[in-house]
């Protein structure tokens, strides 16, 4: 059986008792009155009631029965005109009731109203549309006042994302320049004729290494300020299955280095169509596959799927592993972010490659969904708007 759930206090509910409250307390007053004069008419019509006078009777006690029974029928004329006021007041006050309810809940829908547009066009408004405003017309009044401060609060938000974008971008270009002379600083040195010390050799590999991490790194931030930027161009229609594909294929010696088994459950099916940039979705899959392989243990499984629902392409690849916590798993889509020691022993991640994968996903208008599995290990899943599979299926 299904709990009942008592409903929210809305501001729109509290109006409508209001504005029924004030219209059935109107009703109310003006019943009263009505009564009050209909009493008071019936009571002045009891010293002369209507009609043509009695005649006068032969004697005292035909005229004291004829009093008498006058005041009878004057007495049961106006039982009868008080209950069929009071029936007529209580009908009146029902539908009165009524009408208040309905009318309150009209009026308090119209004064609503403003708010509610502004509420729905705030919602639709995130990171990748601040350019959007309300812009509300209407009358110089509380209304329009919130709606033009929640203008200039996107406004000031705009350009603090902006900012934060070009200096992601512009000091992951302005790096590139002194990592690349100290690599060929390196080069040059090992480069000379005499021998060079083995521990020099040593120091200098280590270097070249550490050069090409941080090398990495700023093509991840460079990967993520393009991305946030919202503006997609150069979109084409792609399978997500031959995207994993090729990034399985091009993953093949490291896939034998782990002693890995990949599992593909969807060898014929190839309806998981998406539309978006070729090298963004490119680098989403690379990531996933990468993450896949980097983060698992030797001997693992990797397992491949691509579905769809009607309205949505879904690549899902799912590892082998020990048993996650589901809160620390939901924290990996953010920023150098790791769940321990043991699923980054390869020291080759720089903790983005998820959040990559979410912010490529997010400007394509989709999602990535990260779940722990009850049996152990992990599995990924980027979900994409479905695209229709192109006439002509390139090869």
Do not use: C
Request: net charge positive.
């Amino acid at each position: 059986m299904r709990k009942w759930r008592r409903p929210a206090r809305t501001v729109r509910l509290r109006f409508t008792v209001l504005y029924g409250a004030m219209f059935l307390l109107s009703a109310v007053g003006l019943l009263a009155i009505t009564n009050l004069v209909g009493l008071g008419g019936t009571r002045v019509s009891q010293s002369a009631p209507p009609g043509t006078p009695p005649v006068e009777p032969a004697t005292l006690a035909a005229a004291t029965d004829r009093i008498a029974w006058l005041q009878a029928q004057l007495s049961d004329t106006h039982a009868a005109q008080s209950r069929q006021l009071l029936i007529g007041s209580a009908v009146a006050l029902t539908v009165m009731a009524v009408v208040s309810v309905i009318l309150g809940r009209v009026v308090a829908g119209r004064v609503l109203r403003p708010l509610r547009m502004i509420t729905a066009a705030t919602r639709r408004i995130s990171a990748d549309n601040l350019h959007e405003r309300l812009a509300a017309q209407g009358p110089a009044d509380e209304v329009k006042d919130l709606a033009d401060t929640i203008d200039e609060l996107l406004e000031r938000l705009e350009s603090s994302f902006a900012a934060q974008r070009r200096f992601v971008a512009n000091a992951s270009h302005e790096l590139r320049t002194p990592l690349a002379t100290m690599r060929a600083s390196l080069d040059v040195a090992l480069a000379k004729p005499e021998p060079v010390p083995r521990q020099t050799a040593a120091l200098a590999g280590r270097l070249r290494t550490e050069l090409d991490q941080v090398d990495r790194l700023l093509e991840d931030f460079l990967v993520l300020a393009r991305t946030q930027h919202g503006a997609l161009a150069d979109r084409t229609t792609l399978s997500l299955r031959r995207l994993a594909t090729v990034a399985l294929d091009a993953r093949a010696a490291d896939i034998t280095a782990n002693n890995l088994t990949v599992h593909s459950t969807d060898a014929v099916d190839d309806s998981a169509w998406a539309q978006g940039n070729r090298t963004l979705l490119t680098r989403m899959i690379d990531n996933i596959i990468d993450n896949a392989i980097t983060h698992n243990h030797q001997g693992g499984w990797i397992r491949l799927a691509t579905t769809t629902d009607g309205t949505t392409a879904q690549l899902v690849v799912e590892t082998g592993g020990r048993v996650l916590d589901q809160e620390q798993v939901g924290r990996l889509a953010q920023p150098f972010q790791r769940l321990g020691a043991d699923r980054t022993h390869s020291g080759n991640g720089s903790g983005l490659g998820l959040s990559i994968v979410t912010a490529i996903a997010a400007a394509h208008g989709g999602a990535l969904d990260l779940r722990a599995r009850p049996e152990g290990g992990l599995r990924v899943a980027v979900s994409l708007p479905l695209a229709a599979v192109p006439a002509e299926v390139p090869a």
